[in-house]
């Protein structure tokens, strides 16, 4: 059975700093490319990074870039995004995605004053 189970959200002040990680379960994880999406209220999912499995390819959505850091340990099957200088636009879900096909059942990001 294929798990996902993301932690590490909550609630940081603007220019912030929060670590997500995503336990991966059920599948090959050192051969999956893994991401992470994000979906803000009344707004569609996005990609916010992408990492590959061998030599890892790294994508990031534009307005993250230069302050998400998407990372992976295969022996411990985690895939992590570290996220500094947050801003309240990053207030969203986050989710983790495995291989393109499986997901998480989301994390609350809130960055408030």
């Known amino acids: 059975q294929v798990q996902l189970v993301e932690s590490g959200g909550g609630l940081v002040q603007p220019g912030g700093s929060l670590r997500l990680s995503c336990a991966a379960s059920?599948?090959?994880?050192?051969?999956?490319?893994m991401s992470w999406y994000r979906q803000a209220p009344g707004k569609e999912r996005e990609m916010v990074a992408t990492?590959?499995?061998?030599?890892?390819?790294?994508n990031y959505a534009d307005s993250v870039k230069g302050r998400f850091t998407i990372s992976r340990d295969n022996a411990k099957n985690t895939v992590y995004l570290q996220m500094n200088s947050l801003k309240p636009e990053d207030t969203a879900v986050y989710y983790c995605?495995?291989?393109?096909?499986?997901w998480g059942q989301g994390i609350q990001v809130t960055v408030s004053s």
């Open positions: 995605n495995g291989l393109g096909l499986y």
């Open positions: 059920g599948f090959t994880f050192s051969a999956s490319p």
């Open positions: 990492i590959g499995s061998i030599n890892p390819f790294i």
